[in-house]
């Protein structure tokens, strides 16, 4: 065994190597995810967003973002490091291989004049009659004269040149890497099996213990399981986007809000300056009321607070409630993603979602981001989304779009369509706004996204599709904007947290309220969107039993179309009944108002033939045109706008129709067939 001198050195290594292999690697995953937040922070230069301080980086805001729990905590763990490392360094000394030539301060071959010279110069200053000190004298016997007799003793010579030390062959040593108190006195056997017990046993468990306790509670997007049966158990098929709100503030998480007798007051202030939002019956407006505060505390101070973010109302906010009013924004954009999922889980034998509430939660969504109230939604002139809009542009208000509007300037597409000039004209000379003002205008504008799709539904390696089969979707969303970036946070100087763009791909039978495939598209993460698309045309070309050199130069092209700036979408899933079903492709951004896209898609299912043979594409009026192409009538553009229109009304239902449509079909190409969300007819008009 051992000497406690050498257990003593082993310890400090053991806890610096436990140290290392869990504090390295978490060191680099927070400096990688640090560096990823500062590419992804482009964002927008307006006065508004440069106002509200959310993308300032003042020294005391780097310091009070650094001053975290697990920050501070990284770094005095790598301090405790640092001071291991020094301490094993300095131990390390004594643990030196015997150097006799070292020792005696000579170099390698010295002669044995200069070695007895050498000898009686340390003698002089390490001999025990020279120097009283016990440090001196430990040091001149077991170094300065082993050294001396291993180079001019021929024993001690030839047993260092054999063993390395002048003593001969040295025992071979093994230590324990425990503290040196445990090792000295035999009383101390308890206070190490305790240690054993505890190291070994007892921290384990707790780990798993608290880990285990965390996942029953939390799902890995850090939403409660108890929040997603909330949703699950509260949504339903004809869910008008007016009532999500209702469902939205059901989360468990909003239900542990602290309730304080102080914010009675405040929140009886907001509910006059919100009351107007709370689609309250004003006929029976007192027993509207009381309906209202007989709800759970939690969820009356969740909708206000909401409510005074959709307002733009913070600053009426009591200082306790600033800070619940911030928790509750925190929050909202992970649960209305989840909320959104809810939507979109299959709820029928065929695995379809339900469209009419995913297009509620996309459009709370819209309007949390931007602060715009939901009331701003309703359908005015020409306009399905009214002014809803406008109100996302800096120094906009109710009182400047009526002023345009009398311009006969009223769907938000007509001002994203008009030229620099034409926009600035308008807006200094009917708007009344500053030079300044009109920047900031045009370069929010330049920073909104526009979207194009191109989807495509096949059998692969067949011609038609037959019900049963295994329908594949294909379609590249691409995003341009005036400004030439791809990704980029959105202008939302009244939300107080960093938000990133998120792109909704739904295929859907807006008749019967089902959504086939849906998909989430994100245009920030281009590295993981090259890797996926790659492996999905490989994939593809692979089967069809394309060569490589017709791979690589596919992959090729497609990895320069997403740098370009396209995502590929695909999915699986399975043919329905046969019959033609005009369906819709739907991309919502749920950051941006005035910004989703649609593409009518009508899919022919041919039945499926005893031999198994492939039927061809039959059009009851007439042949189809080239690659099964064909142009949508102007009364089925009529009907999907009125189907994605928002509804902020008390109704519930909508009338079912069948959604097998006689007529002329194409099979499950569409082009750039889209329109914006708030046109109210077809592109070809």
Known sequence: MAASEENNALFPIFILTIMALALVPYTIIKLCSAASKETKSIHCKCSDCSRSGKYRRSLFK???????????????????????????????????????????????????????????????????????????NKYFVEKIVKAYQALTDSVSRQNYETYGHPDGRQGFEMGIALPKFLLESQKNGGILLLGIVGVCILLPLVIAVVYLSKSAKYTGNYVMHQTLSTYYYFMKPSLAPSKVMDVFIKAAEYTEIPIRRTDNEPLQKLFMLVRSELNLDLKNIKQEQAKFWK????????????????????ASLSPSLQGDFKHVLELAPRLLEELMKMALV?????????????????????????????????????????IAPFLQLPHFSEAVVKKIARKKLRVFQELRDMSMQECAELLSQVAGFSPAEVEDVETVLAAMPSISLDVKCETEGEEGIQEGDIVTINAWVTLRRDNGLIG???????????????FWFLLADS?????????????????????????????????SGANMKEISATIKKTVDKVKSGSRL?????????????????????????????RTNLKVKILKRTRAGTRGGFVAEDGPITEDGIEEEEDADDEEYDEDYESEYSEDEADE??????????????????GSDSEGSGSEED
């Open 488 to 502: 980029a946070l959105p202008h939302a100087p009244y939300f107080p947290f960093h938000k990133e763009e998120n």
């Open 346 to 386: 299959p709820r029928n034998a065929q695995g379809q979602g339900w469209l009419r509430p995913a297009i509620g939660v996309v459009e709370l969504s819209q309007c949390i981001i931007q602060a715009v109230p939901l009331s701003a939604r309703k359908a005015t002139g020409g306009s399905s989304e009214g």
């Open 62 to 136: 780097r310091i009070s973002n650094f001053s975290t729990c697990s920050n501070l905590t990284i770094v005095l763990l790598w301090v405790v490091m640092i001071i291991l490392v020094y301490y094993i360094k300095t131990q390390s000394s004594e643990n030196q291989v015997f150097d006799p030539f070292q020792i005696l301060g000579l170099e390698p071959g010295a002669p044995e004049s200069e070695i007895k010279k050498a000898y009686r110069k340390l003698s002089v200053v390490y001999h025990p009659d020279k120097n009283p000190d016990p440090d001196a």
């Open 511 to 543: 008749v019967s309220n089902n959504v086939w495939f849906w998909q989430k598209v994100n245009f920030m993460e281009e590295a993981a969107a090259i890797t996926a698309a790659s492996k999905t045309i490989e994939d593809t070309m692979e089967g």
């Open 656 to 673: 079912q129709q069948d959604t097998k449509q006689k007529g002329p079909a194409a099979n499950g190409k569409a082009h750039n067939q």
């Open 295 to 314: 709800q759970h505390p939690a969820l009356v101070k969740t909708e206000l607070l909401i409510q005074a973010q959709l307002t733009r109302e913070p």
């Open 569 to 597: 979408v695909t999915g699986k899933l399975p043919a329905p009944a046969e019959g033609n079903y005009n369906l819709t492709c739907y991309c919502l951004c749920d950051s941006w108002l005035g910004c989703d896209r």
